[in-house]
């Protein structure tokens, strides 16, 4: 086997596949461009909550795993993995800055037969119509002396059950030759390789599974606000419909969306759509309900507690449970409404030791009773696993639950 591999990017998807590379016996090598992170991995310090310390400081005492900020250490790679972010720029469009300085940074370094893979998440086509072009005006031909390929990453960060090794692969190759030479090295990191007939395919598949959780989870953020004037319990009957064996899929509602996937995804596929002349009603309008959603939140708390200088802690920043992650996080717009609103809020979260807003530094503060009591509400809009809940319950004067995570409503808790 083709057996170098160097990881672009070492974040929340880079690190783990780098770590999953060494242990399939790959010679490793991780580029990023953010030195703090390789001075993190030197101290064998894990800055990613799925890795602790001693994973991270086994795998870089390999002489079989190297890491830095500099391209050059690619030189003789097989295979070169990119999982730079993809994020929006300020008009809500694809910003591909990090891709395009990633391949013009690995250009250099290029040498025939080698293989390039882009896992980062895009809009159908860029692989094709971006990256492929700008190989082949350096002269490269794609399919004969370099091969390109797309792999949509699926790791679900704070999920214990679904190991990134486990996860089916869905693989492409520009050509035939390069699905090829992509399917010769992905056969020995995963378990089961889905191979579609096109990079458009697999980015358009990745794209797509976003979406339909950025539109079903809207869908129910409308139906909890229809189902607060029903007197209708929405988690029961998410629950109940959820017993159906067939055809139903549970999804809830929550403080919104988050992360650097689901709200950013569906607006790569609008873009690209508008691009075409097709419009993307569902995403638009799916889009418009969960924007709305920190609001809604801020609007149940405001109509229980009043007074403006009321205390306020919240549980949770990050954009869902168990991560260090607050990119897009619909939990930092419902804490910045708070604030604006006039009540004094601070926050609770074991995953962020600071939050910067309106020029002052709100710090984690860590649960106790006399604390809990002394609050006029306590929020809970991530449901970290670690959080002592059972203390909130008992020493809070009043809880609105996001996440259900007390599966009750009462005088004192009020379920969102
Ligand atoms: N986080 C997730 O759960 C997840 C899941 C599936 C797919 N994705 C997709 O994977 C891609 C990466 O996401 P992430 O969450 O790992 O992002 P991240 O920000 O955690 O990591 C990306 C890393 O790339 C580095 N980087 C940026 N530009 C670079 C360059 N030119 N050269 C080398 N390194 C560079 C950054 O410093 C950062 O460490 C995105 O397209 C994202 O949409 C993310």
Redesign the pocket.
């Known amino acids: 086997m083709n057996n170098k591999v160097a990881i ?7 690190l783990p596949l780098a770590i999953l590379c060494h242990q399939k016996g790959f010679d490793v090598t991780g ?4 030195q703090a ?1 390789i001075n993190s991995l030197s101290q064998g310090i894990s800055y990613l909550a799925d890795l602790s310390d001693g994973d991270v400081q086994e795998v870089v005492q390999s002489p079989k795993f190297k890491y830095a900020t500099d391209f050059g250490k690619v030189n003789d790679v097989d295979t070169m993995i990119i ?4 994020p929006l720029s300020a008009q809500s469009e694809p910003n591909l800055n ?1 891709l395009h ?2 391949i013009e ?1 690995l250009m250099p370094h290029l040498k025939q037969n080698q293989l390039i893979v882009v ?3 895009t809009y159908p086509g860029t692989t094709e119509e971006v990256i492929k072009p700008k190989l082949e005006g350096n002269g490269w031909k794609v399919g004969h002396d370099l091969f390109l390929g797309y792999s949509p ?5 704070g999920n214990q059950l679904f190991s990134l090794e486990n996860i089916p692969k869905v693989i492409s190759g520009v050509t035939e030759s390069c699905l090829d030479a992509l399917t010769n090295v992905y056969q020995h990191i995963f378990r089961e390789l889905v191979p579609v007939k096109s990079t458009r395919v697999a980015e358009m598949t990745k794209i797509v599974e976003n979406t339909q959780r950025f539109i079903n989870i809207s869908f129910m953020n409308e139906l909890s606000r229809i189902s607060e004037k029903l007197d209708v319990d929405i988690w029961e009957v998410v629950t109940a419909a959820s017993t159906k064996p067939y055809g139903f899929t549970p999804y809830f509602p929550g403080p919104g969306i988050g ?3 689901i709200p ?1 995804d569906p607006l790569y596929l609008k873009w690209k759509a508008e691009q075409l002349g097709v419009k993307t009603e569902f995403i638009d309008l799916a889009k418009k309900i969960n924007d709305k959603q920190p609001d809604y939140i801020v609007e149940r708390v405001s109509q229980v507690v009043k007074h403006d200088k009321a205390k306020l802690l919240t549980i949770g920043l990050t954009y869902k449970k168990d991560i260090n992650d607050i990119r897009e996080s619909a939990s930092i717009p419902v804490f910045q409404r708070l604030v604006r609103s006039g009540y004094q809020v601070d926050y609770h979260d074991p995953f962020i030791e600071n939050l910067e807003f309106n020029g002052h530094t709100h710090s984690n503060k860590p649960l106790s009773a006399p604390m809990l009591s002394d609050y006029d509400g306590v929020i809970i809009l991530t449901d970290h696993s670690q959080v002592n809940y059972e203390l909130i319950k008992k020493h809070a004067k009043l809880i609105f639950d996001t996440r259900n995570r007390f599966q009750e409503d009462s005088n004192t808790i009020y379920k969102l």
């Open positions: 672009i990017g070492l974040g929340y998807v880079g580029i990023d461009i953010d992170k999982c730079v972010p993809t990090y300085h990633a940074r896992e980062s998440s990453e699926r790791i679900d960060p992360g650097h996937c950013v």
